[in-house]
Nanobody, 123 residues
Framework: QVQLVESGGGSVQAGGSLRLSCTAS????????MGWFRQAPGKEREGVAA???????LYADSAKGRFTISKDNAKNTLYLQMNSLKPEDTAMYYC?????????????????WGQGTQVTVSS
């Protein structure tokens, strides 16, 4: 069983930055593919970025050039550095984990989820 706990959300003005963290327990993060997803009110959950156990990354078009996903296996922690934030980035952000060997953004295929952390970007 994998447990995930997110932190680092908050409120920021457009153009600002936030760094989200997700600490995993139960399994070492080096054996996991992990991802960040978000869900705004009234919208479907969508993938933001993922990183596999080899360090290969995958980004949604909305995140490319602004967000960076990384993983510190020594700390069992996943990060999402978000720069140049826009009001449309406002959502609940979730960390997820999977044992699939390739990074992917198919949220329905991730079996393990954190409780989420809110990100609010004001204009």
């Amino acid at each position: 069983q994998v447990q995930l706990v997110e932190s680092g959300g908050g409120s920021v003005q457009a153009g600002g930055s936030l760094r989200l963290s997700c600490t995993a327990s139960g399994y070492t993060s080096s054996s996991l593919t992990m991802g960040w997803f978000r869900q705004a009110p009234g919208k479907e959950r969508e993938g933001v970025a993922a990183i596999d156990n080899g360090g290969s990354t995958l980004y949604a078009d909305s995140a490319k050039g602004r967000f960076t996903i990384s993983k510190d296996n020594a700390k069992n922690t996943l990060y999402l550095q978000m720069n140049s934030l826009k009001p449309e980035d406002t959502a609940m952000y979730y960390c997820a984990a999977d044992f699939f060997v390739v990074a992917h953004l198919r949220h329905r295929d991730y079996p393990y989820w954190g409780q989420g952390t809110q990100v609010t970007v004001s204009s």
